[in-house]
């Protein structure tokens, strides 16, 4: 079953900095780079959730979203549970400050006993670069755009998709439809496992988009 996750990372919701309802949204489709990945105990998104970031700085829409995403932007080939790389690709490193993905918290403790370090590789049909993106929100969760809120109107290349639903009374703003690339809506019978992953030999999914990377 789905699930969503919304990051706000700021107090309020700037989606109305963006336009007025039916103007149509630039930079829609812009790479980003989600502000957990700049955490070194994060493990990466998994496919079943999608995550809505507000108040990015990366995005002039100021809105980074994952859609149904697997593993790191900022490592496509994910690493194994000690931290150690598959080679050629190189162990996980956080965006910028080149920083080791860990899986530990501040006080050197590990998020997640299981997988320790282990960040999994995206899924080589819906790499960082389908499903990874400024995005904007274009209509509310019954689909309507006359509810006084600020919506944009999706550019050429892509389609207003309902994404995200109910989240709870104080978070009505942030559910409804998004503008997702056309042709990239996510297929939940999709394979993400064996070759259907970024493999680093072959180096069949490139280097890392957005900020940071390898």
């Not at 965006?95 to 860990?102: E, F, H, Q, W, Y």
């Amino acid at each position: 079953m789905t699930r969503w996750i919304v990051a706000v990372w700021s107090a309020g919701f700037a989606l109305g900095m963006l336009s007025s309802v039916g103007c149509q949204a630039t930079h829609v489709g812009d790479p980003c780079t989600p502000e957990q990945e700049y955490d070194p105990s994060f493990l990466g998104f998994s496919k079943d959730e999608v995550s809505v970031e507000s108040k990015s700085f990366q995005c002039q829409t100021r809105l980074c979203l994952v859609d149904h995403f697997q593993g790191r932007v900022s490592c496509p080939y994910g690493q194994p549970a000690d931290g150690g790389a598959y080679s050629p690709a190189g162990p996980c490193q956080t965006p910028g400050i080149d920083k080791p993905v860990t899986g530990r918290d501040a006080l050197g403790n590990l998020v997640d006993p299981i997988k320790q370090a282990a960040v999994l590789p995206q899924c080589s049909k819906r790499t960082a670069v389908d499903a990874v993106y400024c995005s904007c929100r274009c209509a509310n969760i019954n689909g309507q755009t006359n509810d006084g809120s600020n919506y944009c109107k999706c550019p050429d290349g892509f389609a207003c998709t309902q994404l995200v639903g109910s989240i709870g009374a104080t978070d009505q703003g942030l559910t409804g439809a998004y503008c997702v690339k056309t042709g990239a809506q996510y297929d939940p019978l999709a394979s993400c496992t064996g070759a259907a992953t970024c493999q680093p030999a072959p180096a069949n999914c490139g280097a890392a988009q957005g900020v940071g990377g390898h």
